[in-house]
């Protein structure tokens, strides 16, 4: 048999994207390749510690500090150069616009220095992609679970660039209740991660917190707060060291009702659609007793989940480069007109 030559084959070109990541307190930026994330280097912001939570100034500030050199690093460990990109992806919405708007606004010098194209990706769908990062990819429909310190919401995502949001907290986020009671409980920030350590030691029946009647499949955490307000109040009348005391106690029986309140919903919505496809994704998302309430309905309704890696549940580059995928494949971009903005629907 003759073989073919292959001198003028055409060459299959990879899909190479730059996501960059700036809505916070983290500069992120990564490189993906066929939907393959290659690199994803962040750098997080220290400063905001002894202040007790993020300060929009000092964020923005250290934005700019650290994104040349955190985008060039991310270039440098994939194995690239700036020429090898086919497009920039940037995170428009939502978050703090001054931290907003030093990504965005690299993200358009870079675009219009190279004549890339330029994609703006909202950033609670960049989370519930980042369920699609690596190999354990699930199928759709999946529902997700999208849980962080400035949203949470039920999202029916029925493919990569076609979502629908099921439900939505009507005042707090999970993160925020999470991150108030570490406050309250004089415990450094960030204090979530920490309420986390402690319920591992804790006894989550001890202390009792109502959980709000809320219709539907949207949430509200406002009360939860106000009642372990009032509870820690009470206590420290008759006891100054009631916390001290029961530390391990009191974050348990805060984290037991939270996720309980998160995976209450989840399982509704599931029976509501029939869907048991289910990830998780956001900042919460890294919460042990979240992880394992949902691996808990797993097996008892014969749940499908999906849970990204640690390093793609708090806020990453390589959510927005994934996401700025599947985009370009749909032809999806922007213009250079294209604003960021703290607050926006998607």
Same mark, same amino acid.
């Given at each position: 048999m003759?073989?073919?030559?292959?001198e003028n084959a055409p060459i299959k070109k990879d899909i190479v994207i730059l996501g960059i990541e700036s809505s916070c307190d983290e500069t992120s930026s990564s490189v993906c390749i066929n939907g393959e994330i290659v690199s994803n280097i962040i750098a997080t912001q220290e400063i905001h510690t002894k202040y007790g939570g993020v300060v929009p100034e000092l964020a923005s500030r250290a934005h700019m500090e650290n994104i040349v050199p955190v985008v060039d690093?991310?270039?440098?460990?994939? =194995?690239?150069? $700036?020429d090898d990109l086919d497009a920039i992806a940037f995170t428009q919405a939502p978050g703090l616009i =001054?931290?907003? $708007?030093?990504?965005s606004?690299?993200?358009?010098s870079l675009?219009?220095?190279?004549n890339k194209p330029l994609i703006e990706v909202h950033h609670m769908q960049a989370h519930v992609l980042s369920n699609l990062i690596g190999e354990n990819k699930p199928t759709f429909p999946f529902l997700c679970l999208t849980v962080s310190g400035g949203h949470t919401q039920i999202v029916l995502c029925e493919s990569p660039l076609n979502m629908k949001i099921l439900g939505e907290t009507m005042d707090d986020a999970a993160g925020e209740a999470f991150d108030k009671t570490a406050k309250l409980l004089g415990l450094p920030y960030p204090g979530g991660p920490l309420i986390d350590q402690y319920a591992q030691e804790g006894d989550s029946k001890r202390f009792h917190f109502p959980e709000p009647q809320i219709e539907g499949?949207?949430?509200?955490?406002?009360?939860v707060k106000t009642s372990i307000l009032y509870f820690l109040q009470k206590q420290l009348k008759t006891d100054p060291d009631f916390i001290s005391k029961n530390i391990n106690d009191i974050c348990a029986s805060v984290q037991h009702t939270i996720v309980g309140i998160l995976t209450n919903k989840l399982k509704k919505a599931s029976q509501e659609t029939g869907i048991k496809t289910i990830c998780i994704a956001g900042g919460v998302a890294a919460n042990k007793g979240l992880r394992k309430g949902i691996q808990d309905l797993s097996t008892k309704y014969k749940w499908n989940v999906h849970i990204p890696k640690m390093e793609y549940c708090t806020d990453n580059a390589a959510m927005i480069a994934s996401t700025g995928y599947y985009k370009f494949l749909a032809e999806d971009f922007s213009s250079l007109t294209a604003t960021a903005s703290a607050r926006s629907s998607w």
């Amino acid at each position: 048999m003759e073989k073919k030559s292959t001198e003028n084959a055409p060459i299959k070109k990879d899909i190479v994207i730059l996501g960059i990541e700036s809505s916070c307190d983290e500069t992120s930026s990564s490189v993906c390749i066929n939907g393959e994330i290659v690199s994803n280097i962040i750098a997080t912001q220290e400063i905001h510690t002894k202040y007790g939570g993020v300060v929009p100034e000092l964020a923005s500030r250290a934005h700019m500090e650290n994104i040349v050199p955190v985008v060039d690093a991310s270039i440098k460990q994939a =194995g690239i150069g $700036l020429d090898d990109l086919d497009a920039i992806a940037f995170t428009q919405a939502p978050g703090l616009i =001054g931290a907003l $708007l030093v990504g965005s606004g690299f993200a358009k010098s870079l675009s219009l220095s190279l004549n890339k194209p330029l994609i703006e990706v909202h950033h609670m769908q960049a989370h519930v992609l980042s369920n699609l990062i690596g190999e354990n990819k699930p199928t759709f429909p999946f529902l997700c679970l999208t849980v962080s310190g400035g949203h949470t919401q039920i999202v029916l995502c029925e493919s990569p660039l076609n979502m629908k949001i099921l439900g939505e907290t009507m005042d707090d986020a999970a993160g925020e209740a999470f991150d108030k009671t570490a406050k309250l409980l004089g415990l450094p920030y960030p204090g979530g991660p920490l309420i986390d350590q402690y319920a591992q030691e804790g006894d989550s029946k001890r202390f009792h917190f109502p959980e709000p009647q809320i219709e539907g499949l949207n949430f509200s955490f406002s009360g939860v707060k106000t009642s372990i307000l009032y509870f820690l109040q009470k206590q420290l009348k008759t006891d100054p060291d009631f916390i001290s005391k029961n530390i391990n106690d009191i974050c348990a029986s805060v984290q037991h009702t939270i996720v309980g309140i998160l995976t209450n919903k989840l399982k509704k919505a599931s029976q509501e659609t029939g869907i048991k496809t289910i990830c998780i994704a956001g900042g919460v998302a890294a919460n042990k007793g979240l992880r394992k309430g949902i691996q808990d309905l797993s097996t008892k309704y014969k749940w499908n989940v999906h849970i990204p890696k640690m390093e793609y549940c708090t806020d990453n580059a390589a959510m927005i480069a994934s996401t700025g995928y599947y985009k370009f494949l749909a032809e999806d971009f922007s213009s250079l007109t294209a604003t960021a903005s703290a607050r926006s629907s998607w």
